[in-house]
């Protein structure tokens, strides 16, 4: 079965710092891995996908992730974080056995202070 | 474009009461997913729709709940016999094309925030 683990409810980080947001997975055969942002009373917005390939993926305001084989890892990273990047994050995966569904994790609350 | 639209943005129920929610997808968007997401976690899949067939309803929690896609676009969640366990945000995202699992992007709407008292 697939799973997703976000093992921090929440990230504090001050503005200019690196953030790296966890996530490690379980699925039976090629994972499809996403990370997606919730914004207060608004839908998730998707961020950065991995299907293949590098497995250093890039996406939308200068975030990114690393795919990690080996860990079943997937973290999104940040060199430089923002106030505006506060926020809730889900790591989510589909592939192997899961049909058609997608399986999200819990979330992570990123707090950045200026 | 017109992103996901989802009415209503927030509904309050009585116990016992039927509910609709209805979903926009983006047009042309041939699949489209219903999720419940309650307080404090991820979204959990409901159904999924590729065009007006319904693929997967696994996700449902009870017979209280049915979907439907009649003509391929707009569709409704309707829960019967509401219970203060249904009150969540119900999310609806719809994607360009056939789900497969293979890591295609869905787009979501805003959401409906149901309340059962």
């Known amino acids: 079965a697939q799973s997703v683990a976000q093992p921090e409810d929440q990230v504090n980080v001050a503005e200019g710092n690196p953030l790296t947001v966890k996530c490690t997975y379980s699925v039976s055969g090629n994972p499809y891995l996403f990370w997606y942002v919730q914004y207060p009373n608004r839908g998730l917005q998707f961020l950065l996908k991995y299907i293949t390939g590098d497995n250093l993926v890039k996406g939308s305001y200068g975030f990114e992730a690393e795919f990690n084989k080996s860990q079943t890892s997937f973290h999104l990273k940040k060199p430089s974080a923002l106030v505006s990047d506060s926020a809730l994050y889900f790591c989510?995966?589909?592939?192997?056995?899961?049909?058609?569904?997608?399986?999200f994790g819990a979330g992570t609350r990123l707090f950045v202070k200026a | 474009g017109a992103g996901v639209s989802q009415s209503p943005r927030y509904k309050v129920a009585k116990r016992g009461q039927d509910v609709a929610l209805r979903c926009d997808p983006i047009?042309?968007?041939?699949?489209l997913f219903w999720y419940q997401q309650a307080l404090g976690q991820g979204p959990e899949f409901l159904t999924y729709?590729?065009?007006?067939?319904?693929?997967?309803k696994s996700g449902l929690p009870s017979d209280r709940f049915f979907a439907e896609r009649p003509e391929g676009s707009v569709s409704t969640l309707k829960i019967q016999r509401t219970q203060q366990e249904d009150s969540a945000v119900y999310l609806c995202a719809s994607s360009l094309v056939p789900s497969r699992g293979h890591g295609e992007t869905q787009y979501f709407g805003p959401g409906t925030r149901l309340l059962v008292l």
């Open positions: 729709f590729q065009n007006e067939a319904q693929l997967d």
């Open positions: 989510a995966v589909s592939g192997g056995t899961g049909g058609f569904k997608t399986i």
């Open positions: 047009s042309g968007h041939v699949s």
